[in-house]
C-alpha cells in the first residue's frame, strides 16, 4: 500500500502538511505548531477475516509522548487523513483503543465525537464492540464507506471474535 498516490489530496485539506514517513509508504507524519510530530501507520490486517483484502489498522501517536496542549488541527489532520485513505479504494478502517493505560474508554468517546464531526453528510459507516475483561475493556471499531457492499459481513466477523 503505497500513500504517495493520496497525499496531495489530504494535503488539500488538512491544516498541518502531512509527508511520509519512511521508503516503505505506509507511515505518515506531521508536525504541528508547537513542534509536536505525529506519526500515522496503516497496518494491513491478514486476520480480520480471509473474505476482506482491504481491512487496515489505523493507528497514530505524537513521537515523544511530550505533553501537549489541545490542537484542533491534529484532529482535522488525522480525520483527513482517514477519510482521504478510505476514499481512494473501497477500504475498511480498524480501530482498537489501547488499554495499556486504562484510557481506552476516553480514546472511544473522542474517537466518537472526531468520527460524528468529520461525518456530518453521513458518507461513513462506524460499527463498535467492546469485550469487558477483569481489569480493562478491549473496545474495537470499524469504520467504511455507508456504500461499502460488506458492511453486514464485518459486522458479523466482529461479533464471532467478541463472542469467543
Known amino acids: 500500500m503505497d500513500f504517495i498516490s493520496i497525499i496531495d489530496d489530504i494535503n488539500k485539506i488538512s491544516p498541518y502538511q502531512v509527508m511520509p514517513d519512511d521508503d516503505s509508504g505506509v507511515c505518515l507524519y506531521f508536525q504541528t505548531d508547537n513542534g509536536l510530530t505525529y506519526i500515522i501507520s496503516f497496518i494491513k490486517d491478514e486476520g480480520f477475516s480471509d473474505d476482506f483484502d482491504n481491512a ?4 497514530f501517536k505524537e ?16 480525520s483527513n487523513i482517514a477519510m482521504c485513505f478510505m476514499k481512494s479504494m473501497e477500504r475498511v478502517i480498524l480501530f482498537i483503543c489501547d488499554a495499556s493505560d486504562n484510557k481506552e474508554k476516553m480514546r472511544s468517546v473522542l474517537f466518537n465525537r472526531w468520527f460524528n464531526e468529520f461525518n456530518q453528510n453521513g458518507d461513513y459507516y462506524k460499527y463498535d464492540n467492546r469485550f469487558d475483561c477483569d481489569d480493562y475493556s478491549v473496545i474495537f471499531s470499524f469504520i467504511c464507506s455507508k456504500n461499502y457492499p460488506y458492511i453486514e459481513k464485518c459486522i458479523e466477523v466482529v461479533n464471532e471474535c467478541f463472542q469467543s
Open 56 to 59: 487496515y489498522h489505523m493507528m
Open 63 to 78: 513521537k515523544s509522548n511530550q505533553k501537549r496542549k489541545y490542537d484542533s488541527k491534529v484532529k482535522i489532520t488525522i
